[in-house]
């Protein structure tokens, strides 16, 4: 099977669309168990922008998971997509993921789906300020908040006890004072802008091929390209672990782990770019 994507991949660098599967490795985990089950409860947007509390209890839970989730590096996967890049097998990257972690491994062209918890922005007056500048204010106005854990979730919080959560200083707008900062990610219940959905859409028409890469493709975010790549007769492969909610519309399927199905797949790709050389 790994040689029939390879031979996909021949025809032009496919579109490739990645999700939480990409970074488990990393020591992310994803937000659901191989059958599909959700093992995560991630905060919705209603709660978020519905309630001070709610900002209050994200933002000490993501203060303490801040110092884990930066920390996170590549892995293989990461740095196997880069390598496709090289070789020409692939082109633009559509990632689900809020982590960074595949420009950290030099991959080019990608687009971030749900943002990126780098950046934070102002609900109020829409002041933008950096993750880190922000979480060193927040460690400032918390002295002896040392609270630690050794958890770590998709979106970069943890677990706190409500003692803990009570006695935090959520952090205020440097511009306006307000306490709606909010990261820069499209939280659960949140749509991405239009704009930015047009333009993965064009990017799907466009391909020759599309490449997902450790997406159970169980919200619509993702699972729209697959369905629009199936409908315009673009072949679909999908490398991941466990039931997708797309198997029905891909043409290519590799279940099983992510990292040594992109070794065999880029020693796939290398060798026949090689045979392929004058």
Known sequence: MIEDIARVLTAGPALVLTGAGMSTDSGIPDYRGPDGTRKVTPMHMSEFVGSSEARQRYWARS???WRRFHAARPNASH??????????????????NVDGLHQAAGTRDVIELHGTLVEVICLTCGARTDRRTLDDRMARENPGFDVDSDEIRPDGDVRLESVDVERFRAPECAE??????????????GSVAKPLVE?????????????????????MSGLRFVRRAAKRGIPVALIT???????????????????PSLRELVAAVDAGVSAARP
């Open 176 to 189: 306006c004072g307000a306490d709606t900062l909010k990261p820069d990610v499209v939280f659960f219940g």
């Open 241 to 259: 672990r466990g039931p997708s909610r797309g198997d029905d519309l891909v043409d290519l399927r590799v279940d099983g782990e992510l990292a």
């Open 79 to 96: 740095h196997l997509v880069t390598r496709l890049q090289e070789l020409g097998a692939v082109g633009p990257v559509i990632t689900q």
């Open 63 to 65: 203060h303490v998971g």
């Open 199 to 219: 333009r993965c859409f064009a990017l799907t028409d466009a391909a020759p091929s599309l490449l997902v890469l450790g997406s159970s493709l169980q919200v």
